[in-house]
């Protein structure tokens, strides 16, 4: 059966930086092809690209992922009943989210004990885990408590409502959700699988972390008083990395449903989530140490590949480490220009594949011949174009 599948592969320069680091402080590593390279967890650029969804997409198609679900929704159900006090309104919360999403939603023990203690008022209700609603649900989760304000507990328990509630936290999915899942540990019915898949980012070379000593000046010190204020180190190290990322856009379209407007075309949903996530995932950075390193780059080279069959990561091109000869980018554009149509021709995996190159400079050159040359704006604008088309002719 034939897929829509997104892959988006980016090689990218960092100068000395410490992007994602360890529990110790030590940027993060892993042996590949029998060498230390360096690595960038694929939990650091999904957050890194859910930030930058910010300014790409409109609100109402994202959501928040917290703990403090419960006073989201009871704002907006004081927006929506201004006549209903912050305490109900956090009750109502509460078990509404509770009997839609099977999580407990009470104030944490601690805080309890400490409000007590202090003399405080009563601490809101959380949910024991973060919590990822869109939100068209955290909206749909407070219309349903206003309704059922007179007893919220009886109202829930009846059959119809129950579902209701449950139906609203499985529907309209913001587009993170769509994209990067979600998993409710208390209610496995209402779990969302990724449409999307990004792998930890490596180095194309072998690497060794280097270790910064740094001192600060302590401006108010008498001449008499020699030395730092305070002194330290930090590690970093520097990488042309590759990046790798792949959405399953069919998946996609139906974790997002219906769209916001009804006027919208069918596939406009989609294509608005694909183009925020091509863009978001392209221009996105960890920040890590940012103010440390300032390790503001954008990438040397962007390939993506629209396909009818299953993902296919281009990791292996650097599995022999690049070495330096002038700088790494060269030499990693021209392991991958070659060793991507190799991998096709030998799975044939070459048909009915759309492929699009972003490049920089002349050490990029060699993937030209890959698919078709354009900016990162034309890119955007072609694969979204191109999801939708795909998807209108599977109807």
């Known amino acids: 059966m034939s897929r829509t599948i997104l892959d988006v592969h980016v090689l990218q320069t960092v100068p000395p930086s410490n992007l994602n680091r360890d529990d110790t402080g030590t940027p993060k590593t892993a042996v590949y092809g029998g060498a230390r390279r360096s690595r960038v967890s694929s939990q650091a650029w999904k957050r890194a690209t859910r930030t930058a969804f910010g300014s790409l ?7 928040t992922r917290t703990k403090r679900v419960a006073e989201l929704v009871s704002s907006r159900i004081r927006e929506i009943e201004p006549s209903i006090e912050e305490a109900e309104a956090l009750a109502l919360a509460a078990e509404t989210i509770q009997v839609a999403t099977g999580s407990k939603i009470e104030p ?4 309890v004990d400490a409000a007590k203690k202090n003399g405080d008022p009563a601490p809101a209700p959380e949910s024991a885990y973060l919590m990822f609603l869109s939100a068209r649900q955290r909206e749909g989760l407070a219309e349903l408590a206003v309704e059922g304000r007179e007893d919220i507990k009886a109202f829930l328990k009846e059959k119809e409502n129950k579902a209701r509630a449950k139906s609203i936290a499985d529907t309209h999915h913001s587009v993170d959700i769509a994209l990067f899942g979600r998993m409710v540990a208390d209610g496995a019915d209402i779990n969302v699988d990724a449409a999307a898949q990004v792998a930890h980012a490596i180095s194309v070379h072998a690497v060794e972390n280097e270790s910064d000593y740094y001192t600060a000046v302590d401006d ?12 330290g180190t930090v590690e970093f190290n520097s990488s042309t990395l590759y990046r790798y990322a792949a959405v399953d856009v ?11 407007r009804e006027d919208d075309p069918i596939t406009e949903p989609l294509r608005r989530a694909v183009e925020a996530f091509v863009r978001g995932f392209v221009e996105s950075l960890p920040t890590g140490k940012i103010n440390t390193f300032g390790h503001h780059t954008l990438p040397d080279a962007v390939v993506v590949k629209l396909r ?9 091109a650097f599995e022999e480490p690049v070495e330096a000869e002038a700088g790494h980018v060269a030499q990693a554009c021209e392991r991958l ?5 190799q991998v096709e021709k030998a799975f044939g995996a070459s048909d009915d594949v759309d492929t699009w190159v972003v490049r920089v400079g002349e ?4 993937l030209a011949g890959l ?6 704006p034309e890119l955007v604008e072609r694969v979204g174009a191109a999801v939708a088309g795909r998807q209108a002719s599977a109807e």
């Open 308 to 316: 009818g069959a299953r993902p296919i990561s281009f990791v292996g």
């Open 220 to 231: 108010k010190n008498p001449e008499e008083e020699t030395g730092a204020g305070m002194i």
């Open 337 to 341: 220009a070659e060793y991507v149509p």
């Open 108 to 111: 944490p023990k601690r805080k």
């Open 371 to 376: 698919g078709e040359d354009v900016t990162l």
């Open 250 to 260: 069919d998946l996609l379209r139906r974790n997002l449903g219906e769209g916001l």
């Open 363 to 366: 050490r990029t050159a060699k």
């Open 57 to 63: 997409l409109d609100p109402r198609e994202l959501g």
